[in-house]
Nanobody, 121 residues
Framework: QVQLVESGGGLVQAGGSLRLSCAAS????????MGWYRQAPGKQRELVAC???????DYADSVKGRFTISRDNAKNTVYLQMNSLKPEDTAVYYC???????????????WGQGTQVTVSS
């Protein structure tokens, strides 16, 4: 069983930065890709960033060059560094333990509770 706990959200002005953390319990954390997702009010959840066990990263076009996903396997934690934030980045952000090792093309059932990010203009 894996439990994921996100933290680091908050209110920030446009142009600011936040770093989200997703701490995982369970020994299988290191064996799978990790993804950060977000869901804004009235919109579908979208994949923002993916990090595979080989270190390959993928980003949504809307966040490329601004967001960076990373992981610390020793701490069972994945991070999302968000820079140059925009009001349209406002959403609840979730981490997900991927179903596969080398892609985030399928989500597992393991989700965190979410952390709210609000970017004011």
């Amino acid at each position: 069983q894996v439990q994921l706990v996100e933290s680091g959200g908050g209110l920030v002005q446009a142009g600011g930065s936040l770093r989200l953390s997703c701490a995982a319990s369970g020994s299988i954390f290191n064996g799978y890709a990790m993804g950060w997702y977000r869901q804004a009010p009235g919109k579908q959840r979208e994949l923002v960033a993916c990090l595979t066990i080989s270190g390959r990263t993928d980003y949504a076009d809307s966040v490329k060059g601004r967001f960076t996903i990373s992981r610390d396997n020793a701490k069972n934690t994945v991070y999302l560094q968000m820079n140059s934030l925009k009001p349209e980045d406002t959403a609840v952000y979730y981490c997900n333990l991927g179903y596969y090792r080398y892609s985030c093309s399928r989500e597992s059932d393991y989700w965190g509770q979410g952390t709210q990010v609000t970017v004011s203009s």
